[in-house]
């Protein structure tokens, strides 16, 4: 028998009310395990990344990454309630758990590796060449003869002037709304601009009919997830893989990016 003296006995029974109301399984609860008890993911997304994430018309956020966030919430059966966020606060959010996911075109570098984790891509980002759909461009090729506007020193304009042929008469313009104008207005017959420029000015100029025709640099997104918080990173894993299987991914990027999301890695 283990005898204990006054003052023991009263740490003991301080000790056994801190854990009656401080179980030690709750300190060991992960992020999967709260989303599930509470019936609800807080995703944070952007407002203002046309065609990933911005605001409609009926005031209320649309895109890919709403999308994703909307279908990631219902396969795990919870409520989604939706975080804005920019650039330079989505990481911090998911750092202070005022966001258990963040969807916000966010690219996978070993800086950003060293805070947070990152789930598997779910839609691509990429630089590309577009033009209207009566133009025949499925290659670099294609461009010899025709007019292409590109932003200068942006990285479309890096990797348009490693293909381009000689005869594509390349226009520099100072910024990516002068390089739009450009296209929009005809000046040029094709843009390269990046997914989110392109996507923004083809859905307020639907009369142009303006497709993508074929990739200059890919540069896929990723999930930002809690550094550690693995059961809820390979949760999502398991329900992008089975979205990319099903084609549900693919429907996704081809709503908003006018393509396919294609072979995405891991």
Known sequence: MIRFSARGRLAALSLLAVCSVFPLSAAAQSALDEVLARKEIRIAIPTDFPP????GTDMKPQGLDIDMAGY??????????????TSANRIPYLQTKKADLVISTLGKNPEREKVIDFTAAYSPFFQAVFATKSLPVKGAADLAGKSVGVTRGAIED???SKIAPATADIKRFEDNNATVSAFVSGQVQVIATGASVAGNMIARNPQLG????????ESPNHIGVAKGEDKLREKVNEIIAGAKASGDLDKMATRWLGRP??????
């Open 72 to 85: 990631i919430a219902g396969k795990l059966g919870v409520k989604l309630e939706l975080v804005p966020v």
């Open 261 to 266: 999301a294609g072979n995405l890695p891991n």
């Open 52 to 55: 990933y994430g911005y605001v």
């Open 158 to 160: 890096m990797e348009l």
């Open 210 to 217: 303006t497709e993508f025709k074929f990739v200059l640099k």
